[in-house]
Antibody, heavy 119, light 111 residues
Framework: QVTLKESGPVLVKPTETLTLTCTVS??????????VSWIRQPPGKALEWLAH???????WYSTSLKTRLTISKDTSKSQVVLSMTNVDPVDTATYYC???????????WGQGALVTVSS | DIVMTQTPLSLSVTPGQPASISCKSS???????????LYWYLQKPGQSPQLLIY???SRFSGVPDRFSGSGSGTDFTLKISRVEAEDVGVYYC????????FGPGTKVDIK
């Protein structure tokens, strides 16, 4: 059974660094077909893709946010970590991680983690 | 970057009637490998998005056959042949030929 679960702080102060962890099960991050993306959704708004990491450790980032994002993985722990620097209240959103399985992008999603940026 | 647009942004449908959503991309989604990298997702109220259609027209596992996708190049359509109450939510198109990007979403509700 494939599952992904996001974890991290519920509340972050402006200018701080947000670090989120996606813990996966039911598949291996070392499998050549597998990758994990992070997507966010501000309250009442649309989905926004943030970053992706492939099994070979290649990384893609949103053009508009790439200077603030870092994605990494620990295959032994089955975890993918996203860091976002210098957060602002506009970064308040539900953050999702989702799997890419070969030709099936984002076929399984986590439940999402709501992060609020406020002083 | 590739910009995805959708029309309409909201749709109210009588159960049993068809519905159609259009998605357009700012660049062709046809890759040199012959595949077209366009997908459809549904986010039901209070839930995470779920994959409906991949590579324009292939239904993901468990997706009812009342859902169908079509299109090519930069113009795509999702059709629901007979809308059911469980189909309410926001539908998003997405591309991954160059990074990933989503459309703004189309909210579907029942009349």
């Amino acid at each position: 059974q494939v599952t992904l679960k996001e974890s991290g702080p519920v509340l972050v102060k402006p200018t701080e660094t947000l670090t989120l962890t996606c813990t996966v099960s039911g598949f291996s991050l070392s499998n050549a077909r597998m990758g994990v993306s992070w997507i966010r959704q501000p309250p009442g708004k649309a989905l926004e893709w943030l970053a992706h990491i492939f099994s070979n450790d290649e990384k893609w980032y949103s053009t508009s946010l790439k200077t603030r994002l870092t994605i990494s993985k620990d295959t032994s722990k089955s975890q993918v970590v996203l860091s976002m620097t210098n957060v602002d209240p506009v970064d308040t959103a539900t953050y999702y991680c989702a799997r890419v399985n070969g030709i099936l992008p984002l076929d399984y999603w986590g439940q999402g983690a709501l992060v609020t940026v406020s002083s | 970057d590739i910009v995805m647009t959708q029309t309409p942004l909201s749709l109210s449908v009588t159960p049993g009637q068809p519905a159609s959503i259009s998605c357009k991309s700012s660049q062709s989604l046809l890759h040199s490998d012959g595949k077209t990298y366009l997908y459809w997702y549904l986010q039901k109220p209070g839930q995470s998005p779920q994959l409906l259609i991949y590579e324009v027209s292939s239904r993901f596992s468990g997706v009812p056959d009342r859902f169908s996708g079509s299109g090519s190049g930069t113009d795509f359509t999702l059709k629901i042949s007979r809308v059911e109450a469980e189909d309410v939510g926001v539908y998003y198109c997405m591309q991954d030929i160059h990074l990933f990007s989503f459309g703004p979403g189309t909210k579907v509700d029942i009349k």
